[in-house]
């Protein structure tokens, strides 16, 4: 990595997280390249907003997926949760290199959902206790 000071790496990062806004692909490339930035310059307020952005996000995706899923909320909760681990041991390993939009064969299911929620680039969520608590707080 190559030295900057701290003013020019302020104002890179301004820069990034302006263009961060623009379309999802280049958002999450903008939100790893300034993660990356803020931690190389130790600044750990934007690390934690971009980290916020990209979990509530994923949050957003896993709340449509869930939308999807008939049954009970729990039930889906438990079905989401199961999904998730399928999807991410099997077509994920095929669809992760998509950049900008989702396979064409998933578009419209379930699983573009969980391939948007993966590519934010939080941590996928597999506990249904935890998922429970996430789409609760969807519903607000």
């Given at each position: ?49 971009l ?8 949050n ?20 989401l ?30 699983e ?21 608590n ?7």
């Amino acid at each position: 990595m190559v030295p900057v000071s701290n003013a020019s790496a302020n104002t890179l990062l301004d820069d990034l997280l302006e263009a961060a806004d623009v379309a999802s692909e280049r958002h999450r490339i903008a939100i790893l390249a300034v993660t990356d930035l803020a931690r190389t310059v130790g600044d750990r307020k934007r690390q934690k907003a971009l980290h916020g952005r990209a979990v509530r996000a994923r949050n957003s995706h896993y709340c449509n997926a869930a939308a999807m899923l008939p049954g009970f909320p729990g039930q889906r909760t438990d079905a989401l949760a199961r999904l998730i681990v399928k999807y991410q041991e099997g077509a994920w390993k095929r669809h992760a290199h998509c950049t900008s939009e989702p396979p064409a064969e998933i578009i419209g299911k379930i699983e573009e959902h969980i391939w948007r929620s993966l590519k934010t680039g939080a941590r996928a969520i597999t506990s249904s206790r935890h998922l429970d608590n996430i789409l609760s707080q969807g519903k607000k």
